[in-house]
């Protein structure tokens, strides 16, 4: 029996690793009901259902395996995410603490810790506050450092991880996860050469690595060294077709050389469009679906302040959406479903990296809303986990600067630095029920917008299915 068990866990994982997550949740609901007393099949299908975004779900699945006796501290993490995606907050944070207090080296339970904290309350002392005590009592213990970087980067400013990290170089000098962070934060704190630098270094310690040579990549390109940072993306990209964070580096070395394959990558009038929604059944009109979208995103948005390691800069972000049981979210798919497909047909079939992979079905993978306050942005970046990634306009300020394009989103200024500096090339103004489609791989973001009112948002990234 035990073998059997363990044999429909082991094919789950493999469809989860190959991103058939709904085909892994049916083998986990298998596992649960022709092994009814396994705490663990509870726990992997909680699992599973909050990596599709399903909490509600999750919670339930976790709470049985509670009662099944299993009280593992990974259970808990699961238990304390799908309550936070449900804007359970405070009971979230009790069950990252107790996560915490039945094992202290759960890594992932520290930094959610101290996201949550600062999304809830946008303090940055507070969201240190457990992760310092972890670290008095196991001062030896790297990721807790590497960690505290990152939520000073999020919490504070870059300036002030790079600060923090290069202190623990000094005590670790050859430790990948410190260099890996403080080369990007050097680029930003004007130090190209210091990046560089910890780039070689980064290089010698994990050469068949393409996370270390992309980072050396960004370090030349840092310091005005396109030439020589262009082979080494090509050659990851050559091992790695559909990576969108190196084909974004790859077009960025190809724009500072001239390289002809930059326009091939970045066709704006081709590949970057708008499209209006399309009113789901069971609305008479855009606009009054509109309506509902918006009051249900907003119930929904509990957060102060944005999370780590994400774009957003003044608001907030919530995930999951469509395991919400509110019915205007809940069709989104609809929505934008027409929209999709009709992008895909205009885009046509080609040799490049976006047309060469469109095909006849498509799935979401990832989708979220943002809710932004006035002088709020998106910092410049790409989606990693897209094909084709979107931005979909829910509620827009009135008043708005037209000559400044404020709140507009704007493409190819790159998201690392450059030298030369590169500026946006292109811009496409927000509109209400819209939907502004572009390949995954395009360095975008926002400019920020004056005004009394926020905006409100849905991203979502699209992959062939």
């Known amino acids: 029996m035990a073998n059997s068990l363990q044999s429909l866990f082991d094919r789950a994982v493999a469809l989860k690793g190959r991103g058939k997550l709904t085909e892994a949740i049916e083998l986990y609901t298998r596992a649960t009901k022709e092994y009814p007393n396994s705490a663990v099949a509870e726990h992997n299908l909680a699992a ?15 709470q049985r395996a509670f009662a099944k006796g299993l009280s593992a501290p990974e259970s808990w993490l699961v238990f304390a995410r799908a309550l936070s995606m449900q804007g359970k907050l405070d009971e979230a944070h009790d069950a990252f603490v107790k996560t915490l207090e039945l094992n202290p080296a759960v890594l992932d339970a520290h930094r959610e810790l101290a996201q949550l904290t600062w999304m809830m309350t946008g303090d940055s002392a507070a969201a240190l506050s457990a992760l310092e005590s972890a670290m008095r009592s ?19 400013s870059p300036a002030a991880a790079y600060r923090f990290i290069i202190t623990s170089l000094e005590r670790w000098p050859n430790e990948a996860s410190l260099l890996s962070p403080a080369i990007d934060w050097a680029t930003h704190a004007g130090e190209p050469e210091a990046a560089l630098a910890m780039s070689e270094r980064l290089v010698a310690l994990q050469p068949d690595t393409q996370s270390a040579r992309g980072l050396h990549a960004i370090a030349l390109l840092a310091s005005g060294r396109a030439d020589e940072a262009l082979p080494i993306v090509e ?9 969108q964070h190196s084909l974004a580096l790859l077009a960025t070395a190809c724009r500072i050389l001239g390289d002809d394959r930059y326009a091939e990558l970045y066709d704006y009038d081709q590949f970057v469009r708008p499209y209006e929604l399309t009113a789901p059944r069971g609305w008479s009109s855009l606009s009054e679906y509109l309506a509902d979208l918006g ?55 080609g040799s490049d990296p976006l047309r060469s992979r469109n095909a006849e079905h498509w799935k979401i993978n990832g989708i979220w809303s943002v809710w932004l306050k006035p002088n709020g942005f998106h910092h410049d970046h790409v ?83």
């Open 138 to 156: 196991f001062p030896d213990v790297v990721a807790l450092h590497t960690i505290k970087a990152q939520v000073l980067r999020f919490t504070v």
């Open 235 to 243: 050659a990851i990209v050559m091992e790695n077709p559909e990576d």
């Open 295 to 349: 009051e249900g995103l907003r119930a929904r948005h509990p957060f102060k302040t944005h999370p780590f390691s994400n774009s957003v800069d003044g608001g907030s972000m919530i995930s999951g959406l469509l395991g919400m049981d509110e019915p205007a979210i809940r069709a989104l798919p609809q929505a934008i479903a027409p929209a999709i497909d009709a992008h895909m047909a205009r885009l046509g079939t």
């Open 48 to 62: 599973a259902f909050g990596d599709a975004g399903r909490a509600s779900e999750a919670e339930a699945h976790i």
């Open 383 to 465: 989606h990693p986990s897209g094909w084709l990634s979107s931005a979909c306009y829910v509620e827009l300020p009135e008043q708005l600067d037209e000559g400044a394009q404020q709140g507009w989103i704007k493409f190819g200024e790159p998201g690392i630095v450059t030298s030369p500096r590169l500026l946006p090339e292109h811009t496409v103004k927000p509109r209400p029920g819209t939907i502004v489609l572009f390949p995954s791989y395009m360095w975008h973001g926002t400019v920020p917008f004056g005004g009394d009112s926020p905006r409100l948002t849905v991203a979502l990234d699209i992959v062939p299915d």
